[in-house]
């Protein structure tokens, strides 16, 4: 289950591969990358396979800490840049982001380094928990995600309301219960740490938590990638709608235009064209509106056939949607 997350994580840092030069996108990608290379380190073997590179001790499971704080740290930064207008606040809100990185950096580091984990073992709060320097280690990162997601929450929440762009309203709120759903995740580790450490089996009644955990972490993931994804489809959706709409219109008015062009092909431009063709043409927009120029044409050279209220509706209908009524 955890696989899905890191493949979804390192998909969507391929694809913003171009935001490393751009001020603007840098913080989201970087945010994207670090957190990606966190939820690989988390994978069991690669967990292990990795540490005795790093030198054994379980020094990856800092470096998978760090990597995750620098991820939300990034990832916060971001959502600051996207949601505040006001450069002042920015600059506070961005400085206060980096005092925190640094403060919650040392003390896991310092954390780390003072406790006794000879072992590897990936399950560091049930092995090592009873160490103050793996509980510093380990409660200050869970304390400094936790502030970020809930200030992230609180942004999100306190600026959606303003967005005007639905896409855009609609990627917040699906970043804001991807953030839950990871606070849902530090929970369940959290609570299944405690649960492993008290039962000796794993027949204890709260064993489903930690299957939990990697439903919420992936949903977590899920649900923040399409809603970083979704503002930036939202002109392309408007467009491939618009596209489909004047593929149908195009349909429905065809049997309009070949009853009032027929016998007029001097201002038809393609007087033999079939309905199918309409529909895959390669400019659908254009063509409608040639369609509707041609059916007022004919209506305006022979005044004794107008159109009957129908069509006359239809027609009527078709300029107002391009002209975007």
């Given amino acids: 289950m955890l696989l899905v997350p890191a493949l979804t994580l390192w998909a969507m840092a391929i694809v913003r591969l171009t935001a490393i030069v751009d001020p603007r996108r840098s913080h ?23 540490d005795p590179v790093l030198g054994g001790h379980n020094t990856v499971g800092l470096v998978l800490l760090l990597f995750l704080l620098t991820g939300f740290w990034q990832f916060r930064a971001a959502i600051m840049l996207a949601a505040l207008t006001d450069n002042v606040r ?3 809100q961005l400085a206060i982001g980096n005092s925190a990185m640094t403060v919650a950096g040392i003390a896991v580091t310092v954390g780390f380094l003072t406790s006794r984990v000879d072992r590897t073992d990936q399950n560091l709060p049930v092995t090592y928990g ?25 942004i999100l929440h306190r600026h959606t309301a303003s967005l005007h762009a639905v896409t855009f309203r609609l990627g917040f709120w699906l970043i804001g219960l991807g953030i839950a759903a990871f606070c849902l995740t530090l929970v369940d580790r959290l609570l299944s740490g405690m649960v492993m450490a008290a039962h000796d089996s794993g027949n ?22 399409i809603g970083i994804v979704l503002p930036r489809l939202g002109r392309p959706v408007k467009h491939l709608l618009r596209d489909l709409q004047a593929r149908l219109l195009l349909i429905e008015i065809h049997t309009t235009w070949r009853q009032v062009t027929t016998g007029t092909s001097d201002v038809v431009l393609n007087p033999n064209e079939i309905s199918l063709l309409d529909f895959l043409a390669v400019k659908p927009v254009r063509r409608l509106h040639r369609r509707v120029i041609e059916v007022r044409d004919c209506e305006f050279k022979r005044p004794e056939r107008p159109l009957r209220p129908k069509s006359l509706a239809l027609v009527s209908h078709i300029e107002d949607t391009l002209i975007g009524r």
């Fill in 28 to 50: 989201l990608f970087r945010a994207t990358v670090f957190a990606a290379a966190a939820c690989t380190l988390h994978l069991a073997p690669v967990y292990y396979a990795v």
């Fill in 90 to 92: 920015r600059r506070h």
């Fill in 130 to 154: 009873d160490q103050f320097g793996m509980q510093v280690f380990l409660w200050t990162g869970s304390l400094f995600i936790l502030w970020a997601c809930l200030d992230i929450t609180f």
């Fill in 204 to 225: 204890d009644p709260l064993s489903f938590l930690n299957s939990l955990n990697g439903v919420a972490e992936t949903s977590a993931v899920v649900l923040v990638g």
